[in-house]
């Protein structure tokens, strides 16, 4: 099948894990059309939450992760980092060699996967970061020992409803990946912050500064991905000689900002490096 023919409308897909992440996808991959709720199974932890689960998306929903791999073309494996281990050993014989087993937990290298499975399953360990509840998300992908071109497209079929998909080529920048976009939200509710207290600082409602300030970032953002211009050439734009936004960069510059994000990502990017394979993340 050429990859451009590639689609996800004759795939069950399997979910084990229907938390935050997992909800986030089962909701856009039914709102965007790209697969039928019938074609969706998921599991949870608990009967309760499986009710719960089925009841919100209209999925049928399971506590077996077995009969989830068994039924699944396609498996999405969404729990907590730490309980990866246990449910790999769990599921392992189920699976059969022509699926595709897709790992959103952070810090969990395919090989460290592909060693848990009885069988050679292409194997594509995805990053995304939390802005994917709102259609806005960043997730890269890289594909292990048994994935191709094929399961590699398959994977972003599934993230690109709720943002931007990457492929990387090297697993050992995944750790980079995870300091920096996995964790960028957070950088950026920093930014917004700050900014809100400055506006109150300077006279702002708290609610209009929130509003602004957020707007601000969200129009930057788009700037950068529209336009193709240097963020650089972006703020020159901005900052008319002897003007309002020069002299604030320059006691932005005076103040270290970008020395402390250099430092904050390299910081970051090692803490995911021991972090490994321990289970812990954040």
Same mark, same amino acid.
């Given at each position: ?129 939390? %802005? /994917?509840?709102?259609? @806005?998300?960043?997730? &890269? ?5 048994? +994935?191709? =071109? *094929?399961?590699? #497209? ?93 002299? %604030? /960069?320059?006691?932005? @510059?005076?103040?270290? &900002? ?5 430092? +904050?990502? =390299? *910081?970051?990017? #090692? ?12």
């Amino acid at each position: 099948m050429s990859i451009k023919n590639i689609n996800l409308n004759n795939k069950n897909i399997g979910i084990i894990g229907v938390g935050t992440i997992g909800g986030t996808l089962v909701e856009t991959l039914i709102k965007n059309g790209v697969v039928s709720r019938e074609r969706i199974i998921g599991s949870t932890a608990h009967e309760d939450s499986a009710r719960e689960v089925s009841q919100k998306y209209g999925i049928n929903t399971t506590t077996d992760n077995k009969s989830v791999v068994r039924k699944a073309e396609i498996v999405v494996l969404a729990v907590e980092p730490q309980m990866i281990g246990k449910v790999l050993e769990e599921v392992s014989g189920s699976f059969g060699a022509n699926q595709l087993l897709i790992s959103v937990a952070a810090g969990i290298a395919t090989e460290f996967i592909q060693s848990k499975i009885d069988v050679e399953v292409p194997v594509v360990r995805s990053m995304p970061n939390t %802005a /994917i509840t709102v259609n @806005e998300g960043c997730t &890269v992908l890289i594909g292990g020992d048994f +994935a191709g =071109e *094929e399961e590699l #497209e398959l994977a972003k079929l599934i993230f690109e409803p709720v943002g931007l998909v990457e492929v990387l080529s090297e697993e050992n920048l995944m750790d980079a990946i995870t300091g920096f976009s996995g964790s960028g939200p957070a950088y950026g509710y920093l930014i917004i912050e700050s900014l809100i207290e400055a506006g109150v600082r300077v006279g702002l409602p708290r609610d209009r500064a929130t509003k602004l300030a957020a707007q601000s970032l969200l129009g930057a953002a788009k700037m950068v991905l529209k336009t193709d211009e240097h963020p650089a050439q972006l703020k020159d734009m901005v900052t008319t000689p002897a003007g309002v936004t020069v002299d %604030a /960069i320059m006691k932005l @510059e005076e103040g270290g &900002v970008r020395v402390a994000f250099f430092k +904050a990502i =390299e *910081e970051a990017t #090692e803490k995911s490096r021991k972090l490994k394979l321990d289970g812990k993340d954040g």
